[in-house]
């Protein structure tokens, strides 16, 4: 079975043609929460940032015409999603020229990247994502992330006292969300994906300020750097 359906499923695709997207709740409310999130938490017009399983540019869009000399990478797994997001960013004026990569890749191969990333990001991957791509998506943003560098990712928290094999409702804005130990949209313990973090090299804490309804953002930090 595979982990979850996004090789075939382009996020947001009912959005892809409207004229209205950025009046659509679900397009600027997270938009604006992941982007005020990063200003808040280090982002300069010098960062290069990395965004993991980035989507239709939702986040994109509006981080991109801020870069100077930094740079942005958006990663994938679909290459159809990285289409529509280039449509996004030419609606915006965005051109091909602007400081930017978008590629698509399986195991989180980021070989692509050429500069130490500042900022690695991702917003609803964890997710949608098993206990095995979480370590190995881990393992290789460690591999560019700058020493000093720092990611920041979303997941589903299950508190201590329930049960991982349980599934989980949480409440997204009057409607139901299920979360599953073993399927998309998995759920996991903080010390277990702190273990996780541990092995691939990450100390992993969480971050209180992000404004998600349902997930919890937290940062991984190289061990034996402290970036805050
Ligand atoms: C819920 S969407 C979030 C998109 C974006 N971060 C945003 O907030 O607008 C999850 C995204 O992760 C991508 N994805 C799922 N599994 C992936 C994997 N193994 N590697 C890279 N991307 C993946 C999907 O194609 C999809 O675009």
Not at 158 to 175: A, I, M, P, T, Y
Request: charged share 25%.
């Amino acid at each position: 079975m595979e982990e979850n359906d996004y090789r075939e499923h382009v996020f947001l695709y009912d959005l892809r043609n409207s004229s209205n997207r950025d009046e659509e709740v679900l397009w600027r409310n997270h938009q604006e929460m992941q982007y005020s999130f990063l200003l808040r938490h280090g982002f300069l017009e010098e960062s290069n940032v990395l965004d993991l399983g980035c989507g239709p540019m939702r986040l994109g869009v509006k981080l991109i015409p801020k870069l100077r000399n930094g740079w942005y990478f958006g990663q994938d797994i679909n290459p159809e999603t990285l289409k529509y997001g280039e449509e996004v960013l030419r609606e915006a004026e965005i051109n091909k020229s602007a400081n930017y990569t978008l590629f698509s890749s399986e195991g989180f191969d980021l070989s692509l990247i050429d500069r130490p990333i500042d900022i690695a990001f991702s917003n609803s991957l964890f997710s949608h994502l098993n206990i095995n791509s979480i370590l190995m998506c881990l393992l290789k943003v460690r591999e560019v992330l700058s020493p000093k560098g720092i990611y920041f990712s979303t997941f589903f928290n299950l508190e201590s006292k329930s049960s991982w094999l349980d599934r989980c409702v949480r409440n997204k804005w009057g409607h139901d969300t299920i979360t599953y130990p073993s399927k998309d949209p998995y759920h996991y313990h903080f010390q277990l994906l702190k273990k996780i973090a541990r092995e691939a090299g990450f100390t992993m804490r969480i971050v209180p300020d992000y404004g998600h309804p349902t997930q919890t953002m937290a940062s991984f930090t190289p061990r034996g750097f402290l970036s805050f």
